[in-house]
């Protein structure tokens, strides 16, 4: 499986960093960060790290079989380029791959509170299959601590990717 992780915004990058540091060993990984994101980046990383400019990357083309992409934390900037099909840079080219190839796209929305403009964007891409999950924890899970809030967040996105994991407390029915 490939998987591309993207940061655009700044507020919340830890939260893709660290699903992308969370991500399994035999997931291929491919990270791309915006310039108004970026931050020291772990250089333990076992991440392949695109260029955000270079619209020409391997990530960018169809033929390269990515299976999904995260954009965690998503600008509004970034969901309104998406939202009208602008390709402007590897995230949005990307993105725009993720539609084109009817693959998975979640997006994380990181503005609060949400604009029209930000819903109308959202919908528009939830219709056409995108998947728009905000970074919101379930109290369900009696979090603890920031890191396990970031952890149920993490988990909830795997989920979503079809990525097995353990790194929140289910909801479970009285037996």
């Not at 791309?32 to 392949?48: A, G």
């Amino acid at each position: 499986m490939k998987i591309v992780i993207a940061i655009s915004g700044a507020s919340g990058v830890n939260l893709g960093l660290k699903a992308l540091r969370l991500l399994p060993k035999h997931i291929e990984k491919h990270f791309i960060m915006t310039d108004n994101s970026k931050i020291v980046l772990d250089e333990e990383l076992d991440v392949i790290v695109h260029n955000n400019n270079d619209i020409g990357a391997s990530i960018a083309s169809g033929s390269f079989g990515v299976d999904a992409m995260l954009i965690a934390p998503c600008s509004m900037n970034t969901l309104a380029k998406i939202a009208c099909g602008i390709s402007d840079n590897l995230v949005t080219r990307s993105a725009s791959v993720m539609i084109k190839e009817q693959k998975k796209l979640i997006l994380a929305p990181r503005e609060m509170p949400f604009s029209a403009i930000a819903l109308e964007n959202m919908h528009k891409l939830s219709s056409l299959g995108i998947v728009i999950a905000p970074p919101v924890i379930g109290y369900y899970s009696e979090q603890q601590t920031l890191d396990e809030m970031e952890n149920f967040i993490i988990g909830k996105w795997f989920d979503l990717l079809g990525i097995e994991n353990n790194l929140y407390k289910r909801w479970k029915i009285d037996e």
